[in-house]
Nanobody
Framework: QVQLVESGGGLVQPGGSLRLSCTAS????????IGWFRQAPGKEREGVSC????????YYPDSVKGRFTISTDTAKNMVYLQMSSLKPEDPAVYYC????????????????????WGQGTQVTVSS
């Protein structure tokens, strides 16, 4: 049974940093594409990062490029999202997902839906 469990969300001040973690189980992380998505109240879900564990290729939309970094530790079945320089527009529920393929269509949140989703973790940015 595939499971994705996020952790690490919380309250951070504008300009601050936060690291989200995703614990994966039930599938081989070493040959997968994992994405982080977010959804704020009243807004559509959007992808903020993807990584292919086969070749370490990554995807970031312009809104987070240079501020967010996705990484994996396949030995621990973990995927991380390091977020820095957090802005008032970043608060949302952040979800880890097992994506069907690499690329903007799959990682943006507007294309084919991921195979599996985690339950989400809340990120709040406020002073």
């Amino acid at each position: 049974q595939v499971q994705l469990v996020e952790s690490g969300g919380g309250l951070v001040q504008p300009g601050g940093s936060l690291r989200l973690s995703c614990t994966a189980s039930g599938f081989t992380l070493g040959h997968s594409v994992i994405g982080w998505f977010r959804q704020a109240p009243g807004k559509e879900r959007e992808g903020v990062s993807c990584i292919s564990t086969s070749d370490d290729s990554t995807y970031y939309p312009d809104s987070v490029k240079g501020r967010f970094t996705i990484s994996t530790d396949t030995a621990k079945n973990m995927v991380y999202l390091q977020m820095s320089s957090l802005k008032p527009e970043d608060p949302a529920v952040y979800y880890c997902a097992r994506v069907k393929s690499m690329g903007k269509d799959y990682c943006s949140g507007y294309g084919p839906a991921p195979r599996n989703w985690g339950q989400g973790t809340q990120v709040t940015v406020s002073s």
